[in-house]
């Protein structure tokens, strides 16, 4: 496993990340999802991605459970706040920062987490609340770095542009093969500020595997037929779309790689990507991803995988 500096901080993380989105404390059972972190540590990777709405709160929980036994300083641990929690708990204001904050550190059994995230822009609040009551949290010791996730170019520029608060070292856009929006503003923006990416959906939930066959049913145990996981899928699953995925295997081949650890490799190609998240059911998907850390690929097969995707967008 490498690993990279996150943006302009002194963390260092994982190349590829393990998330929590639609796995733990929801989609997948206890005991699986425990091995799939015990796998994440034995293959090198440090850097572990939750959210407060994950579950409502069950993949924080569950998180503070097992990882309750290591050393706090063995992992950077990453969680989110914006999404609404109950009827009246959802947004960045000062007070939600404070309230969800703590609940997310009561959950995840720990004093601090090394990276908060805001995880969309809040319109109903104030940027310079939100920033204030970041910076608070930095100070105050239970936040080390802050980050956002999928925050408009604009909404990025306006908070660097405010002064004597904490500056953000992430972003966390979906970035893929298949859904490379954030090169258009987002990257170059975030890359002259000292921001990295992380990506969540590298594999554009699990599509990238190609395990979905165009004019086939899903496999029986895949995400897209999952009740708790497969609502995030279908616009992934047109049949141009899976026609496509199905001839970028023999360039991943020549590379020598599988499809997701050429997908994996393709978004590790940028710069200022510091980690790929990834998500996993089962240790051995979690063993295949991680070796695409350090893969060295030539640049032609990853421009013929580009054209591959770029013909079918057009069609």
């Not at 639609?22 to 699986?32: S, W």
């Not at 703590?102 to 805001?118: G, I, K, P």
């Not at 002064?163 to 503003?185: A, D, M, T």
């Amino acid at each position: 496993m490498r690993y990279r500096r996150l943006g302009s901080s002194g963390l260092e993380v994982s190349e590829i990340s393990l998330g929590s989105w639609l796995t733990f404390g929801v989609g997948v059972e206890r005991e699986r999802a425990a091995a799939v972190v015990d796998e994440a540590f034995d293959l090198g990777i440090n850097f572990i991605d939750t959210a407060n709405i994950y579950g409502r709160g069950a993949a924080e929980s569950f998180l503070g459970e097992v990882l309750a036994g290591r050393p706090r300083d063995s992992y950077v641990l990453a969680t989110k706040l914006y999404f609404p929690m109950t009827e009246t708990d959802r947004g960045l204001s000062r007070a939600q920062v404070e309230k969800q904050l703590d609940a997310s550190l009561r959950r995840l059994r720990t004093d601090y987490v090394d990276l908060y995230q805001c995880h969309r822009y809040d319109e109903e609040t104030p940027l310079e609340e939100t920033m204030a009551a970041l910076t608070e949290a930095v100070r105050s010791g239970k936040v080390r770095c802050i980050g956002f996730s999928e925050w408009p170019a604009q909404r990025i520029r306006e908070a660097l542009a405010l002064g004597g608060v904490e500056k953000f070292v992430s972003s966390q856009p979906q970035y893929s093969l298949l859904w490379r929006e954030p090169e258009k503003e987002v990257i170059p923006l975030c890359s002259a500020n000292g921001i990295s990416q992380i990506v969540w959906s590298p594999l554009a939930q699990g599509v990238l595997t190609g395990k979905y066959a165009p004019g086939s049913p899903p496999p029986a145990d895949s995400r897209a037929t999952s009740e708790a996981m497969g609502g995030f899928i279908s616009w992934l699953l047109r049949d141009e779309t899976l026609a496509a995925v199905q001839r970028l295997g023999p360039v991943a081949a020549e590379a020598g790689l599988s499809l997701a650890q050429f997908a994996l490799a393709w978004v590790l190609r940028e710069p200022n990507v510091a980690s790929a998240i990834v998500g996993a059911s089962r240790p051995e998907q979690l063993a295949e991803n991680a070796a695409a850390s350090g893969a060295q690929v030539d640049q032609a097969l990853f421009a013929r995988a580009e054209a591959i995707v770029a013909e079918t967008a057009r069609r």
